[in-house]
Nanobody
Framework: QVQLVESGGGLVQPGGSLRLSCAAS????????MRWYRQAPGKERELVAF????????NYADSVKGRFTISRDNAKNTVYLQMNSLKPEDTAVYLC?????????WGQGTQVTVSS
């Protein structure tokens, strides 16, 4: 079965950095685009970043462009989200996502809190 396991979240001061990881299993990882979403309390889930199967193309929400970088290692079945220059408004649960056979799969999420 499809499993997505996020890690790397935590508490960081404004201006700091974190690197999130999402380990995937149960499907042929290299065949699927991957996405990072985030959800803050009381807000709708937001698409943060997208990466194609080979990593040759990426897209970002305007709110994170220039600060976040999505990447993947198909040999390790892992997708990453490097987050720099973090702001308090980046505080959220971050989830990775794959759409496979018209079904959305989600990890359990990892909490990112940006606060002084």
């Amino acid at each position: 079965q499809v499993q997505l396991v996020e890690s790397g979240g935590g508490l960081v001061q404004p201006g700091g950095s974190l690197r999130l990881s999402c380990a995937a299993s149960g499907f042929t990882f290299s065949n699927y685009a991957m996405r990072w979403y985030r959800q803050a309390p009381g807000k709708e889930r937001e698409l943060v970043a997208f990466i194609t199967t080979t990593g040759g193309s990426t897209n970002y929400a305007d709110s994170v462009k220039g600060r976040f970088t999505i990447s993947r290692d198909n040999a390790k079945n892992t997708v990453y989200l490097q987050m720099n220059s973090l702001k308090p408004e980046d505080t959220a649960v971050y989830l990775c996502n794959v759409m496979r056979l018209r079904h959305d799969y989600w990890g359990q999420g990892t909490q990112v809190t940006v606060s002084s």
